[in-house]
Each structure stands twice: as structure tokens, then as C-alpha cells.
């Protein structure tokens, strides 16, 4: 069974763009949640989603967005590009049921710097 | 707020010696808390788990123990093997699906 697969795995922007990073579940896997990883702050929680709907959010600015299509396969965006946006984004899957809490599954990361 | 604490941020042990990482969270409403292990270039990976309903959990050389009333969990890892070299996180969750809250980490070092 193929794990959670992340892209792209290595990018670098500049301030006051945008990125757009992709993650696929593992087979089966409604749940996909992201998270940020930084030294300073380390594993800091984004946002879940459950069958295209999201059903979790952290503290991060709007500048932070997601979605979930169809096959589970889920996207986030981050706009205006800062410094301090410069991480590792992980993705996690999960085959739980709505409600509850379960082994999360996660991807390898996309590690983004931004200049 | 959701909060958890977690000590030492660094470990080093002789192999075959125990390890010992502990995390305090702050929110009562927690009851699950799992334990991360993260290698290097890679996403962290679930090594056990314990659920607010039981004290102790072990599977073969690791175990988690759960206090409720001082609201701490720890990991213990025995008879410990270079391999177990990495980082280690805790997590805490008040049933709200994904969203884990975590502690810093710790990085354990196995020396042979």
C-alpha cells in the first residue's frame, strides 16, 4: 500500500508570492490534516479535512487555505508569502471515521524556503 | 490554552541503557496521547499511543504511562539500539479528529 505521497518535495519562493502544495492519502484515508514544522515553534496544526469538508482549524492566519477534492487528495495554499513562512509542511492521513481520533499517517513533507 | 510541555529536548544514553521522555499537557479535556518518532528526512511515524481510559500501555520495549490527575504522560524505551536514534515527539488531542497538539521533541541519541 502506497503512503501519503507529498509535492512537490523541495521549493523555494520569494516574499509576496504564493504556493500551492499538494498531498495524496493513503488508499482509502478520508482524513488529511497539515501541519507546519519549524524549529522555533515546531509541529503546529493547520487544518483537517474529512470529506472535502474541513472540519479543523488552527491558529494561523488567512493567508493559510485548504481543500480536499473527491478522491481525498488534498491541496493548501499559502498567499503573500513571508519570511517566517519558511518550513516544512506536512501531511497527514488518516482512515478514521468522522469523529474520533486515530493514527495519523504522514507524508515525507514539502520543505519550503521563501527569500 | 491547548499546550504541551515536553523534557528533556535532548537525550543521550549508552546502548542497551533506558529512556526516559516526559510531557505535561494543560488541557483536562485531553484523552488521547500519542507518541511520534521522526527520523531524519522524514515525517514522523506513530510508535504507541495511549487513550485517557487506561494507565499504562507497552508494546515490547516501549511503554507510555498516563497520569490524569497531574495530567502527565511518559515514554519509556528500554534496552535502547542505535536505530532508536531519532526525534520524539508527544501529542495530546481532546478528540477533535486530526488535530494533534505536540510537544517540542526530543532528540535521543544511542551511542554504541
Known amino acids: 500500500k502506497a503512503g501519503v505521497t507529498q509535492t512537490p518535495r523541495y521549493l523555494i519562493k520569494t516574499r509576496g508570492q504564493q504556493v500551492t502544495l499538494s498531498c495524496s492519502p493513503i488508499s482509502g484515508h478520508r482524513s488529511v490534516s497539515w501541519y507546519q514544522q519549524t524549529p522555533g515553534q515546531g509541529l503546529q496544526f493547520l487544518f483537517e479535512?474529512?470529506?472535502?469538508?474541513?472540519?479543523n482549524k488552527g491558529n494561523f492566519p488567512g493567508r493559510f487555505s485548504g481543500r480536499q477534492f473527491s478522491n481525498s487528495r488534498s491541496e493548501m495554499n499559502v498567499s503573500t508569502l513571508e519570511l517566517g513562512d519558511s518550513a516544512l509542511y506536512l501531511c497527514a492521513s488518516s482512515g478514521r471515521k468522522a469523529g474520533g481520533t486515530g493514527e495519523l499517517f504522514f507524508g515525507e513533507g514539502s520543505r519550503l524556503t521563501v527569500l | 490554552g491547548e499546550n504541551v510541555e515536553q523534557h528533556p529536548s535532548t537525550l543521550s544514553v549508552q546502548e542497551g541503557d533506558s529512556a526516559v521522555i516526559k510531557c505535561t499537557y494543560s488541557?483536562?479535556?485531553?484523552?488521547?496521547f500519542p507518541w511520534y518518532k521522526q527520523e531524519l528526512g522524514k515525517g514522523p511515524q506513530l510508535i504507541i499511543d495511549?487513550?485517557?481510559?487506561?494507565g499504562e500501555k507497552k508494546d515490547q520495549r516501549i511503554a507510555v504511562t498516563l497520569n490524569k490527575t497531574a495530567k502527565h504522560f511518559s515514554l519509556h524505551i528500554t534496552e535502547t539500539q542505535p536505530e532508536d536514534s531519532a526525534v520524539y515527539f508527544c501529542a495530546a488531542s481532546k478528540g477533535q479528529g486530526g488535530k494533534l497538539i505536540f510537544g517540542q521533541g526530543t532528540e535521543l541519541s544511542v551511542k554504541p
Open positions: 495511549i487513550r485517557s481510559n487506561v
Open positions: 488541557d483536562s479535556a485531553s484523552n488521547y
Open positions: 479535512y474529512f470529506s472535502e469538508t474541513q472540519r
